[in-house]
């Protein structure tokens, strides 16, 4: 075995380590985002069922009113619709919840032993970030699983061609409310 075998073998292992870690990062993502949408239907839901709240509210209220003769009935009529609206939304945010948690069900539990139902424990915390653009710019490019394995190309041409495509992503994961960096402003870390 020459040492050009041995370099070959060593980057090749090398990349295969990236990729293993860059299919962990994907899964873990999804399943973040999996779970993102729960809380996200959840909430859409109780939103749903505060505004069919308010919808009875307000059709009490306007059922009074008629009554005593300060308001028109067609308001009530008006005031029904928008309950059976408000009813019909929650049957919609219901059916969305339940389709959220079966997705993060599915991709928690792979095999066919899957809990009957899944509760949210702790409901998420969410806290201000501050960071300047510099420093999460470079570190999302020393962290980035694909640019560490383009650099174990012998053939830079090949890296190249990719690059595009990998920026694009950069980008969107690293922008911190600001516009994307254009491909030809990035330094290549080597």
């Not at 999996?34 to 809380?39: A, G, Q, R």
Request: charged share 25%; hydrophobic share 40%; with cysteine.
């Amino acid at each position: 075995m020459t040492e050009a075998n041995v370099i070959v073998a060593k980057k090749g292992a090398i990349a295969a380590d990236y990729q293993y870690q860059k299919a962990i990062i994907d899964l873990v993502a999804s399943t973040e985002s999996l779970y993102w949408d729960v809380v996200f239907a959840q909430r859409n839901l109780e939103n749903k069922q505060q505004a069919l709240t308010l919808a009875q509210k307000q059709l009490k209220e306007n059922r009074i009113r008629v009554e005593v003769g300060t308001l028109a009935p067609i308001e009530v009529t008006s005031a029904e619709a928008s309950v059976a609206q408000r009813e019909q939304d929650i049957i919609a945010a219901e059916a969305q919840f339940d389709n959220a948690k079966d997705a993060l069900i599915r991709a928690l539990y792979p095999s066919s032993e899957r809990p009957a139902g899944l509760e949210l424990t702790e409901a998420p915390t969410l806290s201000h970030l501050t960071t300047d653009e510099k420093s999460a710019e470079k570190m999302a490019i020393e962290r980035r699983v694909e640019l560490k394995s383009a650099r174990l190309d012998p053939n830079p041409s090949s890296s190249w061609k990719a690059w595009p495509r990998t920026v694009c992503r950069l980008s969107w994961i690293s922008t911190l409310g600001t516009t994307a960096v254009p491909p030809t402003t990035i330094p290549i870390p080597r």
